[in-house]
């Protein structure tokens, strides 16, 4: 039997919001664990080897450290499997073959944690979430400062992305169809750096 060892994992990172596929091999991986790092520069954590199955120890959306044991089989003959919290139930990403961990990606990765009750508006926040995610995966948003982390916050009227280094900011409307409009033109998102935090110039009283 013919056993194809390329593999990926596919989860959501907690600092920016965006889903981040991983590809590996487990060849590779009984060497050496995988380490799970964002494009943001966010470590997400380890898949490695641990006797007869294998350890994926990663952070959920809600900064909560989850471990799950996988045996070598269910990462062999399973085509695709949801990775979920033990602690929460929430979903976390994906793990399987690469072309169905692909799939599932494009097919479910505009499926947002919040509810849709959240928001005052939920289909106007969904598109502008969902162009937002096509931004960032195209390295499309990005800041200006030496060590660029972009990060997104997400409220009931509005999505701000925020620098995790710097501080720069940019609110983004999200709750009438000109913002959708607006947004919809919008081809790159450069970040200015945020000058006082970058500089450490923090305010000082007059007196």
């Known amino acids: 039997m013919i056993v194809n060892s390329e593999r990926a994992i596919a989860l959501t990172c907690p600092a920016c919001q965006v889903i981040q596929e991983h590809p590996f091999s487990l060849f590779t991986i009984s060497r050496q664990p995988l380490q799970l790092l964002c494009r943001c520069g966010f470590s997400q954590g380890h898949l490695r080897k641990l006797k007869r199955n294998y350890e994926l120890d990663v952070l959920g959306v809600d900064g909560d ?18 990775i979920f919290s ?19 990606i494009v097919t479910g990765s505009r499926d947002f944690v919040a509810e849709s009750g959240d928001f005052a508006n939920p289909q ?13 995966e195209q390295h499309k948003i990005r800041c200006e400062c ?62």
């Not at 450290?65 to 949801?82: F, H, Q």
């Not at 929460?88 to 690469?98: D, F, K, M, T, V």
């Open 124 to 136: 106007i926040m969904r598109e502008i979430l969902a162009m937002l995610q096509d931004l960032a």
């Open 146 to 207: 030496e060590h660029p982390s972009v990060g997104i916050d997400i409220y009931a009227d509005k999505v701000e992305l925020v620098c995790a280094f710097c501080g720069s900011m940019v609110v983004i409307g999200a709750s009438t169809h000109k913002h959708q409009e607006r947004l919809s033109r919008v081809s790159e998102i450069i970040m200015e750096p945020c000058t006082a935090q970058y500089l450490e110039e923090w305010l000082k009283p007059l007196t």
């Open 65 to 82: 450290r989850v471990r799950l044991l996988l045996s070598r089989n269910e990462l062999i003959r399973t085509p695709l499997r949801n």
């Open 86 to 104: 033990t602690k929460n139930g929430q979903e976390l990403g994906y793990i399987g073959s690469p072309e169905a961990v692909q799939e599932a």
